[in-house]
């Protein structure tokens, strides 16, 4: 079978650099057509330039990042460094990228990437909030129906929220750009936090990560290494949630996976529950699904396929 075509969507975060890490390490399984940055865990100036910082780390400096939206479509900009430091990449010392940023804004290659290629045939990974998607939606309607699928990392519905006590971060930091892609039509996969929170940075697989001994598994150990004080004071965990790469890992290898087709609705009036996936999970109501929404996952293979991958950069 063809590697999948994707383009990644990413607001980088430690996470979101591991994501793009095991997309670089498994070409016979992905074909990385471009990386658009969007504000989300930090401003877009620093996402754009993380994203480039990892496929340097990868030694791919021939990868396509573009600036995308730089604030949601219609609320102040929300951000995370409290979790992933000021620069959202802290933990090892880092240089500044050499590789350029591509001048055209990032909604346009979407736009333009989706126009160029045969319906059903590039599929959409957002591991940030969905502002670049939302925006190519509303700006060309006409790319929505070439969308083979949209897997994303968002929402959450037993875990409930973990930026307010009923919205996930990505979801809650622009809900008028997920509620577009929720009403989209497109066929969605969607990795919340029911399944994010399976696949925890244990101290083995961390550990793991850095007898890789090569550059990119110690720089891996290493954020991981940051990224996992907050959530294991918060939640009292054995370790963190490694939350993004759970969408390359499913284009990857999908039965690592189990979830429902069930419908899922964004809340973006309400002040107490802004941004929550009201998430159809018993099948209460009459609403059609749109959406495939994972709940569990085999974390060891998740792992063992992340460590593999990441292996041979």
Not at 277 to 296: I, K
């Amino acid at each position: 079978m063809a590697p999948r075509k994707i383009i990644i969507d990413t607001d980088p975060g430690q996470d979101d650099a591991v994501a793009i890490l095991l997309a670089l390490g498994s070409p016979e399984d992905i074909d990385l057509l471009g990386i658009t940055a969007v504000a989300g865990n930090v401003p877009l100036e620093l996402t754009q330039k993380n994203a480039r910082i990892v496929c340097e780390l990868a030694n791919r400096a021939d990868v396509k990042v573009f600036a995308g939206c730089d604030k949601p479509m219609g609320r102040t900009l929300v951000t995370a460094e409290n979790v992933h430091g000021k620069t959202g990449l802290d933990g090892p010392p880092m240089v500044d990228p050499t590789m350029p940023l591509q001048e055209q804004h990032g909604v346009d290659f979407i736009i333009e990437t989706l126009r160029a290629h045969p319906a059903g045939t590039v599929t959409l990974v957002p591991i940030g909030p969905l502002t670049n998607i939302g925006e190519a939606f509303s700006k060309a309607p006409d790319i929505i129906e070439k969308v083979q699928e949209i897997v994303l990392m968002g929402g959450a519905y037993f875990e409930v929220g973990n930026v307010t006590p009923a919205a996930e971060f990505n979801i809650y930091v622009d809900p008028e750009a997920a509620d577009i892609v929720f009403k989209s039509g497109v066929p969605i996969t969607a990795m919340p936090l029911d399944v994010t929170h399976k696949v925890l940075t244990t101290q083995d697989r961390v550990d793991a990560f850095a007898a890789l001994k090569t550059e990119v598994g110690r720089m891996v150990a290493a954020w991981t290494h940051f990224f996992e004080r907050f959530d294991m004071e918060k939640y009292g965990s054995a370790g963190a949630p490694l939350h993004d790469p759970c969408t390359i890992a499913y284009l990857i290898d999908p039965t690592l996976f189990t979830g429902r087709n069930i419908n899922v609705e964004i809340e973006v009036q309400s002040d107490l529950t802004r941004g929550m996936t009201v998430a159809d999970w018993w099948r209460v109501t009459d609403r059609p699904a749109n959406t495939y929404f994972v709940g569990d996952v085999d974390a060891d293979r998740f792992y063992t396929l992340l460590t593999e991958r990441l292996a041979r950069l």
